[in-house]
């Protein structure tokens, strides 16, 4: 019987079929081996840091400012001044740091500051947060000024609404009013307080 003869150049082969299949377990195993090398020559482990998400960025911060918002007449209705102001591009509002707000409507003037303000594209919201103040000199239409104090204070200027659901304290002449809450439309002369309400009212003396 004639023995098969195997050629050196299939002996190779063979040997390296037999390699390769191997070779992943070889180099799990050489995995395995450089982990716990390493597990072993770290000299403590270090705490992992949470990574925080990089907020919005603004696309414009100014210093020291005066924001003017005209009508279509070009009729002034707004000017806005702060320390500062950045506007988000996502949300478009603007945060600013001690604004002074003036409204300007039917020949009256309507005065807000506070230590920060929100206020949107148009102005015809305002957002007033900490030690917020809206003041309305005296008219002919109307003879008593009129003072809103609250911690905060949302402003409708297109409606002449002012609201708050914070307590807050309200002045007109020498009348002075508390509540929790409330709600001041002065185009339809009406004004809505709830919780806490407390009131001071003085007499008119007559001329």
């Known amino acids: 019987m004639a023995k098969s003869s195997v050629t050196p150049w299939q002996r190779l082969r063979q040997a390296g079929d037999f390699a390769l299949a191997w070779l992943p377990m070889l180099l799990l195993v050489a995995g395995l081996l450089w982990s716990v090398w390493l597990v072993r020559s770290t000299p403590s482990v270090v705490p992992l840091v949470a990574m925080k998400i990089p907020s919005q960025e603004a696309d414009y911060d100014v210093r020291v400012f005066t924001l003017k918002t005209f009508d279509l007449q070009g009729r002034l209705k707004s000017s806005m001044t702060g320390a500062s102001a950045v506007h988000s591009p996502q949300a478009l509002i603007t945060m600013v740091e001690k604004p002074k707000v003036w409204i300007y409507k039917e020949g009256r003037v309507t005065t807000a500051t506070a230590n920060q303000a929100l206020a949107n594209e148009d102005g015809s919201q305002v957002q007033l947060m900490g ?12 003879p008593e000024a009129f003072e809103i104090r609250s911690e905060f204070l949302h402003l409708f200027a297109n409606t002449d609404v002012v609201q708050t659901d914070l307590p807050v304290d ?23 307080m709830k919780g806490r309400v407390k009131a001071v009212l003085h007499p008119k003396h007559e001329k």
């Open 170 to 192: 309200i002045f007109r002449g020498d009348n002075h009013f508390k509540a929790n809450s409330m709600k001041a439309d002065n185009l339809n002369q009406w004004l809505v």
């Open 131 to 142: 030690k917020a103040v809206i003041q309305r000199d005296p008219s002919a239409d109307e």
